[in-house]
């Protein structure tokens, strides 16, 4: 983890927490349904910490599904967004690495998008402190779906833009499993399901624009090439409605 880049990438992402509220995605019902069948339990009285909250959206996907959710954000624009759109959620000031947390005091922790920004040499014991006998730890992402042309067009157009390697345009192998199992010497169960959206373009640009390597740009970079894009993806969508397509990425950390 580089610290450096790490922090100023937070620091971004805080910055731009209304915009990430407005037009980042969910997440398929099928999620949920497989991180329940890895808890063994239904969620529905669950007691659920989620680490990296953000803006509430996966801890509102939690609620809708009858768990007692307690949401941990570092961020205090984040933070605020979630008070707002979930007034009744416990909210923690916090992150993964030194979980403000009781020992023994959830069910399950989960990490939507946020995962990545933790030491796992220190955010895995803090997760098996915190999880009850028998509970799990979850961490999942939105992934982009290299299968469909524009946007793995799109992919390569913001690594260029950013000055970064694209990602490779194949579905990554097992090698976060591989590493999340061998720090921590449990079963991991990893699922990989692919979903979409439809959304107007406008807010498929602002979705774009919260991306880390954008957010870190000087603003006028930035919206270069969010101009650039919009002119480029009327012509593939004319309606003005864009269809996002997922792959979402999670692993299950099981028998802590």
Known sequence: MNDVTDGVRSQAFDAAAAHYAESRPSYPPALLDFVAACLGRPLAGARVADVGAGTGIATALLREHGAEVIAVEPGA????QLRRALPDVPLVRGDGNALPLADASCDLVTYAQSWQW???????????????????????????AFGVPWLRAQHERIARHCGVAPRPVTRPDDAQAIRLAGLTGLRVARRLLPWGRAVPLGTHLANVGSRSALLVLEPA???AFLDAERERLRADFPDGVVEERYVVDVLVAGEL
């Open 77 to 80: 624009a984040m933070a605020a």
């Open 118 to 144: 933790t030491d796992t040499a220190r955010s895995v014991p803090e997760a098996r402190r915190v999880v009850r006998a028998g509970g799990a730890l979850a961490v999942w992402w939105n992934t982009t």
């Open 221 to 223: 970079a930035r919206r």
